[in-house]
């Protein structure tokens, strides 16, 4: 498999792509050059929210590409489509989170939103969660938790502090000497992991007591994805900063972080032009965005929930299921052992539906459908995976 992308001349790091031949994708289904087609249960890992090729978001996309691509690096010339997506996503925000710097992808948010808060405040340390995951280049890596992850490129940011995540006594590390804390509002690689609003509300007083910057990172779990706009919004909390990317380009490669004019003021001087990016803002990424955007307000966030009780209920019917963790359309499955994951995982590729893997999380799979999925298709693929379950249950108990 990975000789295959190899020998096209591709840097491959997966050593078990699912190496499927795209051919075209539309509203949930992935089409495939042999004929054949996926139902996606995980929205290309939380992007494509508004299903594949989405009208809307097509069509905005083709004005904007008969208009003009790229012109010049960011923040040097005025465009509409930068202004369109920034006033959607701005109003849909609270009052205090009204300046957006884009970036180009959800790891440059992190970077963006940790020289923020080290340029706001003049503090160079961070408390970050256990179990969270934040991107990979060196900033995000430096505060994700994953040690094997971690390892081979350290020495990575000094001075991360890392606390157990929902862990009332661990807020006590913040202690007034950290430029932020920095946390997923629902960890999603740790398995979705939905804190105690107790538990964040107090998070949030400690910040605001100690004059640290709270980064909430909804790069995965915002959106829609939880059945909000935002998660945070679950947990009657507003960040300091908050980092956005996946879904917010409506499948165009689109980052932000998010914060008070009067702290993004700040990348303005000492040096000016405190973080630059050629990219970031990209008018055909701001187009998509504007129009993804525009189509929250279509989401029937009642009905959403419904659906998402009713497959939580369906999955924990099955013996196979040991727990689901599930906010909105953002689901976890766990099962009794990776292998139990790996033989549900290639069962439904096998028989037509997208599910996926946790990268720290080895014993619970993903399921994260567009928002736009109907009754029919979500039926389609719980048959998909009753099926994948009862065959795990069936080899396990005649290979005990
Ligand atoms: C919560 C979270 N933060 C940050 C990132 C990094 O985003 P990107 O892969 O666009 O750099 C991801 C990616 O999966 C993520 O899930």
Redesign the pocket.
Known sequence: MMEDFLRRGLAQTTLHPLNLKVSSACGVYIHLEDGTKMLDFISG??VSSFGHSNPAILEALHQQVDRHLHVMVYGEVQQGSQDLAASRLLGLLPSSLDSVYFVN??????DGALKLARKVTGRHTFIAMEG??????FG?LSVSSNQSRRAPFEPLLAGVEFIPFNHQDALDSIDGTQAAVIA?TV???AGIRIPDIAWIKRREKRCNETGTLLIL?????GIGRTGKPFAFEHFDVTPDIL?L??ALGGGM?L?AFVSSTSRMRSLAHEPDLGHITTFGGHPVACASSAAALRLLDDIDWNELELRGAQLENQLKKNSAVKAVRRLGYFIAVDMESPEAVHFCVEYARKNGLLIFYFLSTLDSFRIAPPLTISDTELAEGMAILNRAFDAWSLQSASHP
């Open positions: 890992i939380g992808s959800g790891a440059e948010a992190i969270g995951y934040h991107g990979n280049t995000a997923e960890q999603g690689d990172d909804e790069i995965q779990c980092c990317g996946k490669p980052g």
